[in-house]
């Protein structure tokens, strides 16, 4: 499975953006997904992670309430959308994906098998 994310770019703080992870060379329905981000010098950190089936997610507190992740399997996509930007959520975000995470592990960026190449996001105050 290969991950492409998109929809990062230049924000101001309170906007929102979308990210999108699209996957091609197989489906993402057997897949549980997670966003990650990353800043420079710092280890990669779980922002959300959504199931296969149910769709039920789960979020860094850092992230609860602005942020929303969903799926289309249909189109083999997820998405992330992000509200309220603050400053702090300047990063790298990546999108993962993994069949054998089990949710007590979600937040184990190990446990995520294949990975997008990651899109910039930066808000400025």
């Known amino acids: 499975v290969q991950l492409q994310a998109s929809g990062g770019g230049l924000a101001q703080a309170g906007d929102s953006l979308r990210l999108s992870c699209a996957a091609s060379?197989?489906?993402?329905?057997?897949?549980?997904m997670a966003w990650f981000r990353q800043v420079p010098g710092k280890e990669r950190e779980f922002v959300s992670a959504i199931d296969r089936g149910t769709g039920r997610s789960l979020y860094a507190d850092s992230v609860k309430g602005r942020f929303t992740a969903s799926r289309d399997n249909a189109r083999n996509t997820v998405y992330l959308q992000m509200n309220s930007l603050k400053p702090e959520d300047t990063a790298v975000y990546y999108c993962a994906a993994s069949s054998r995470v089990i949710t007590s592990a979600v937040r184990d960026s190990s446990m995520y098998d294949y990975w997008g190449q990651g899109t910039q996001v930066t808000v400025s105050s």
């Open positions: 060379g197989g489906s993402l329905r057997g897949y549980r």
